[in-house]
C-alpha cells in the first residue's frame, strides 16, 4: 500500500510521483547532510483519497466544462480558480484521513511554526518550472491551521495561474495530483535566493538578499540587496544596494512587514562572508543535482538552511511566456495594491481627464483637412498609450477585489463563493452608479409630477427655471462627457428624455446596506488583525470602484477618437480628401470595429450556417453572475444607438455591457452578455442593482433575438429560450 505521509530523509528520486520535485529534492539535501527544516511530506496518495472521499473527483471537471478552457478571458480564469478553491475550503478531509495525517505529525511540528507548501509531481522539473503558481502559507499554528492550509494548497493545482500554465505544457489538470510539505518554519535573520545562471546574464551567478523572511522578496514586497558573481573565481562582479525600508517578519498566524531599524536600512542583509557561503552552498546544490540550480535560503543563528532547490529550466526557450508573464503581473500583494492604487487614483486618471478635457476643448470643425489628419493621428496615439497603460496597470488593480473575496471566503466560508461581493457593491463612488443614481432621481420628479410627464411625452419642454430644469442642466453638466451623447440620448425627444419617461413609469429601484455584512466580515477577526481585515475590505472597495470607474475615463479619451473620425467621415461625404481617407475608412462602423477588438466565439451549438439560418436554441450555458432569476423578453444590443428603444421589464443581451451602457440597467430585469467573467462591467453592475445576470454565454448576440422571451437563472447559470415572439 502507498504511504499518505513520509519523513523528508525518505524522499527519494524514485518517490517523485508521489511527493513531487520540491519534496524530493528537500529529501535529497537532507540525506546529504545539508541543514534543511525538519518536516513531513503529504503524499498525492492523500490528495487522490480526499478526492474519491469526498465526491469532488466528479464535482471539478464539471466546472471547466461549461466553456472551452482555451477561449477563457481571464476575468474567467479568474472566476473559475475562486469557484475551486471554495469547494475545497468548505469540503473537510474525511475523519479517518485527518487521523492518520494528525498521527504522523509529531507533537514537536504541531507545537512549532510552520511553512505548508505545494510539492506538485510535475513542478521544478529540467523542462518546467511552476515557481510561484501554487500557494504556500508561512507561520501556521496549530493542528487545525495545518490541515486547512494543506487543503488550500490543494486547492490551488486548480488555481487559475495553475492551470494557464498546464494548458501551455499540455498537462491536464484532471489527472494533476499534489502533494504537500510540512516543515518548521526557520526564523532568518535574513534570506534569499541564489541562481547559478542568472536570469539575463547566464554567464555570471546571481544572489539576492533581504532583512527578515524570504516572503517579501517572492511577494514582491522588498527590493532585495544583489550581487553577481564571476562563476569561476567567486569574485564579486556588481553589488545592487537598494534603499532598505522594511523586513517580513511573523505576525500573530502569519507574517507582516515591519520596519528596519536605522542601524538595518544602512546595513546589508548580504555581506560578502554570507554571499560567500550562499555560494558554497549552490555548489554543493549543482554538484548534488549534476546541474544551474535556482536556491533558496535563509541564514537563522549561524547556520544558513536550503530551503528549496529547483533547476533552472529550459522552459523560456520552449515556452512563450509572455502573455504568462503579463497574466502573473495580475496577482499582486496588498503592500502592492495599496501603492497602485495611489498611482491610479492620484496620477493616472487625473491625468486621463487632463488629456480629455484638453482634447475636447478643441473645435474640430475649425481645423483644416491637414490640421484634422493630424488630430486624429494625436488622439490615437494617445488612446492607444493610455490602453497600454490600463492593461499594465489598471487592470491588475482588480486584483484586489479577488485578494479581499479569498480573505473573506477563508474567514467565513460561505456556500457563494462570490458573497463577497455585497460588501464591495452599494454606494462605493462608481461613477456609473451615481450617474444612475441622478438619472432616477430625476425619473423620481416626472412621476410625481404626472402633468410635466404628460407635456415631455407629447413633445413639449419643461418652464425654463422649474426644479426639473435646473436638475437635468445640473446632470448634463456633470455626466455629459461620460457619453450619453454617444448612445444618440440627446435632452430632445427620443433621447434622454423618453428614457426618463421611461425609468418614471418602472417600479422604483430598491436599495440596500452593507453596514450588516461589513460588521459580520469585521467581527471574525480577533483583535491583532483588525487592522489587516479593514485594509483588505478597503483595498477590496477600492479596486472595485476602479475597476468601473477607470473604463468610463478610457470611454471619454475613445470618445475624443470618434468625434475626429466621425468630422472626417463627414468631410469625405462631401469630397475626396486624400489626407483623410487614408487614416478613414468611412464604411466601417462603430460595430464592425468592436468586432475586430474580439476573440471569436467558437462555433456554438444550436447555431448553424450564416446569414438568417439558425437552428432554435432553448438553452444556452453560461457562468453565473448575478444571483436570482428574472424573466422577459430579450432586447439585443448590438450597437450603442440601440439602447434608446430599451423598455422596462426586458433582458439586456449584448456583447460585453460597457460602462457607457449601463444607464438602462435600472429598466432591465436581467443581462445576458457573451463576454464572462464575475469582475466584468456587466457582472459589476447587474450586482448592484440585484438583477439576475449570465455572463460568458457564446455567440449570445446571435443565438438569442430580441423579442424572444428569457428566463435567466443566475444561480446556475443558464438562460433558457422560451422559442416565441412577443
Not at 314 to 337: F, N
Not at 673 to 695: Q, S
Request: charged residues 20%.
Amino acid at each position: 500500500m502507498k504511504p499518505l505521509c513520509l519523513d523528508l530523509k525518505e524522499l527519494t528520486t524514485a518517490a517523485v510521483p508521489l511527493v513531487g520535485g520540491k519534496a524530493a529534492a528537500l529529501g535529497r539535501l537532507a540525506r546529504a547532510g545539508l541543514p534543511v527544516p525538519q518536516g513531513l511530506c503529504i503524499t498525492t496518495v492523500a490528495y487522490e483519497q480526499y478526492l474519491d472521499a469526498t465526491g469532488l473527483r466528479q464535482r471539478l471537471p464539471l466546472l471547466l466544462e461549461r466553456k472551452s478552457f482555451a477561449h477563457m478571458r481571464w476575468e474567467e480564469l479568474w472566476d473559475l480558480g475562486l469557484r475551486i478553491r471554495n469547494l475545497f475550503i468548505n469540503t473537510p478531509l474525511p475523519p479517518d484521513l485527518a487521523d492518520h495525517i494528525s498521527a504522523r505529525l509529531s507533537p514537536d511540528l504541531t507545537r512549532l511554526a510552520m511553512t505548508v507548501r505545494s510539492s506538485a509531481p510535475a513542478e521544478d522539473s529540467a523542462a518546467a518550472s511552476f515557481a510561484g503558481l501554487h500557494e504556500s502559507f508561512v507561520n501556521v499554528r496549530g493542528l487545525p491551521a495545518l490541515l486547512d492550509s494543506v487543503r488550500l494548497v490543494w486547492a490551488s493545482l486548480w488555481s487559475d495561474r495553475a492551470l494557464l500554465y498546464r494548458q501551455e505544457l499540455n498537462l491536464n489538470p484532471v489527472g494533476s495530483a499534489m502533494a504537500v510539505l510540512l516543515q518548521e518554519l526557520v526564523v532568518g535573520a535574513c534570506s534569499g535566493v541564489a541562481f547559478s545562471r542568472c536570469p539575463g546574464r547566464e554567464n555570471l551567478i546571481a544572489i539576492e538578499a533581504v532583512w527578515g523572511l524570504n516572503q517579501g522578496l517572492v511577494d514582491g514586497d522588498i527590493e532585495p540587496d544583489r550581487l553577481l558573481l564571476e562563476p569561476t573565481t567567486g569574485k564579486i562582479i556588481e553589488r545592487h544596494t537598494p534603499a532598505r525600508t522594511h523586513a517580513c517578519r511573523p505576525a500573530g498566524t502569519g507574517v507582516a512587514l515591519v520596519a528596519l531599524a536605522p542601524k538595518q536600512q544602512e546595513t546589508t542583509p548580504l555581506p560578502e562572508t554570507t554571499a560567500a557561503q550562499v555560494l558554497a552552498l549552490l555548489r554543493q546544490a549543482e554538484t548534488l543535482f549534476a546541474g544551474p540550480q535556482d536556491l533558496e535560503w535563509t541564514w537563522s543563528q549561524g547556520t544558513l538552511f536550503a530551503l528549496q532547490s529547483r533547476p533552472i529550466t529550459t522552459s523560456a526557450t520552449t515556452v512563450d511566456d509572455g502573455e504568462r508573464s503579463w497574466y502573473l503581473s495580475l496577482h499582486r500583494s496588498l503592500t502592492s495594491l495599496q501603492s497602485l492604487r495611489q498611482t491610479i487614483e492620484e496620477e493616472i486618471l487625473p491625468a486621463m481627464a487632463d488629456d480629455a478635457a484638453r482634447l475636447a476643448a478643441i473645435d474640430l470643425i475649425s481645423l483644416d483637412h491637414f490640421a484634422l489628419a493630424a488630430a486624429i493621428r494625436e488622439r490615437r496615439q494617445i488612446l492607444e498609450g493610455w490602453q497600454e497603460r490600463y492593461r499594465q496597470l489598471c487592470i491588475p488593480m482588480a486584483h484586489g477585489i479577488r485578494l479581499f473575496g479569498q480573505v473573506y471566503n477563508d474567514q467565513l466560508r460561505p456556500e457563494d463563493p462570490f458573497a463577497f461581493l455585497h460588501l464591495l457593491a452599494g454606494d462605493n463612488g462608481l461613477l456609473a452608479v451615481q450617474r444612475n443614481r441622478d438619472l432616477l432621481e430625476l425619473a423620481e420628479m416626472l412621476r410625481h409630477d404626472p402633468e410635466l410627464a404628460a407635456r415631455l411625452r407629447a413633445g413639449g419642454q419643461p418652464e425654463p427655471l422649474a426644479p426639473f430644469t435646473i436638475a437635468l442642466a445640473r446632470f448634463t453638466h456633470r455626466f455629459g462627457d461620460l457619453s450619453l451623447a454617444a448612445q444618440g440620448l440627446t435632452t430632445g425627444t427620443g433621447g434622454l428624455t423618453d428614457l426618463l419617461l421611461e425609468m418614471a413609469a418602472a417600479s422604483p429601484v430598491p436599495t440596500r446596506s452593507q453596514q450588516t455584512d461589513e460588521a459580520e466580515f469585521l467581527a471574525s477577526f480577533p483583535a491583532e488583525k483588525q487592522e489587516f481585515a479593514r485594509e483588505v475590505l478597503a483595498i477590496g472597495r477600492a479596486s472595485y470602484r476602479l475597476r468601473d470607474n477607470d473604463n468610463l475615463y478610457i470611454g471619454r479619451l475613445s470618445q475624443r477618437v470618434e468625434e475626429s473620425r466621425d468630422e472626417a467621415v463627414r468631410r469625405l461625404a462631401d469630397a475626396d480628401i486624400p489626407e483623410l481617407a487614408q487614416l478613414v475608412d468611412p464604411a466601417a462602423t462603430d460595430t464592425e470595429k468592436r468586432a475586430g477588438r474580439q476573440s471569436p466565439d467558437p462555433p456554438a451549438a444550436g447555431f448553424a450556417g450564416s446569414g438568417n439560418t439558425r437552428l432554435q436554441a432553448r438553452q444556452l450555458v453560461g457562468q453565473p453572475a448575478g444571483p436570482g432569476l428574472g424573466l422577459g423578453p430579450a432586447r439585443v444590443i448590438s450597437h450603442h444607438t440601440d439602447l434608446g428603444s430599451f423598455k422596462a421589464g426586458e433582458i439586456l443581451v449584448c456583447d460585453a455591457v460597457d460602462p457607457n451602457m449601463t444607464f438602462v440597467v435600472p429598466l432591465a430585469t436581467g443581462i445576458v452578455e457573451r463576454r464572462g467573467g464575475m469582475l466584468i462591467h456587466g457582472a459589476i453592475i447587474a450586482r448592484e442593482y440585484g438583477l439576475p445576470c449570465v455572463t460568458g454565454v457564446p455567440d449570445a448576440t446571435r443565438l438569442i433575438r430580441s423579442g424572444e422571451m428569457l428566463t435567466v437563472d443566475g444561480y446556475l447559470g443558464l438562460v433558457t429560450i422560451a422559442g416565441q415572439q412577443v
